[in-house]
């Protein structure tokens, strides 16, 4: 079956505009985790949906930084008024249920503020 | 900040040979989780083991946890080319949902 789908796969785009990174789960699956990754570095958690609900925002930087889950399937991360500090690897997994899981990952949006 | 913390954070063996790497973490936990990410590719899971269990394998891999020393390790047998990645822990602290990553081990198998 489908794995999960990240689109675009690179978005390069300049300081201050916004920006909306989407991420298509596996179908069935509950829990959906949103991650920034740093080149060389592990992934670093930024948000957590379970259904359509946000249960976990803590990771998220800053208040320029918002994630939505509405239907409780597809979810977009959307950074406003972006910086250059911003440029990463965003990542999004989901998981069958909420713990104890493993989480599929999907290959990455990579963002570029110029 | 990185809860989990890899070492060695590089490692380079020689085909047929033996991997280990270490996970270390700082807070009481559910589960631990192992994956691996070949380069600039999504992280794909490998092994979970619950706090309760000691020892897990699956093919050519065997996890241990020690919950009193907040330690796991990933012991990768008869390595292959193929197995080449970078390879990190992954925790989610009890009371919590969210997943902690470690700072990763790269491993190089040279054929």
């Known amino acids: 079956g489908a794995g999960v789908s990240q689109s675009p796969r690179y978005k390069v785009t300049k300081r201050g505009q916004d920006v909306a990174l989407r991420c298509d789960p596996i179908?069935?699956?509950?829990?959906l985790y949103w991650y920034r990754q740093a080149l060389g570095q592990g992934p670093e958690f930024l948000t957590y949906?379970?259904?359509?609900?946000?249960?976990?925002k803590s990771g998220l930087p800053n208040d320029r930084f918002s994630a939505e889950r509405p239907e409780g399937s597809i979810s977009t991360l959307t950074i406003q008024r972006t910086e250059q500090r911003d440029s990463a690897m965003y990542r999004c997994?989901?998981?069958?249920?909420?713990?104890?899981?493993?989480?599929?990952f999907g290959d990455g949006t990579r963002l570029s503020i110029l | 900040s990185q809860q989990g913390e890899e070492d060695p954070q590089a490692l380079s063996i020689q085909e047929g040979e033996n991997a280990t790497m270490n996970c270390s973490y700082k807070?009481?936990?559910?589960?631990l989780q192992w994956y691996r990410q070949n380069s600039g590719r999504g992280l794909v899971h490998l092994i979970l083991?619950?706090?309760?269990?000691r020892e897990k394998h699956s093919g050519r891999l065997r996890v241990t946890l020690d919950t009193s020393k907040k330690s796991s390790s990933l012991l990768i047998t008869a390595s292959r080319a193929a197995d080449t990645a970078s390879y990190f822990c992954a925790t989610d602290a009890q009371g919590t949902y969210k997943y902690i990553f470690g700072t990763g081990t790269r491993l190089k198998v040279l054929a």
């Open positions: 179908s069935g699956h509950v829990s």
């Open positions: 807070t009481s936990i559910n589960n």
């Open positions: 997994a989901s998981s069958l249920g909420q713990r104890g899981q493993p989480q599929h």
């Open positions: 949906f379970n259904y359509e609900a946000q249960q976990d």
């Open positions: 083991i619950r706090s309760n269990e």
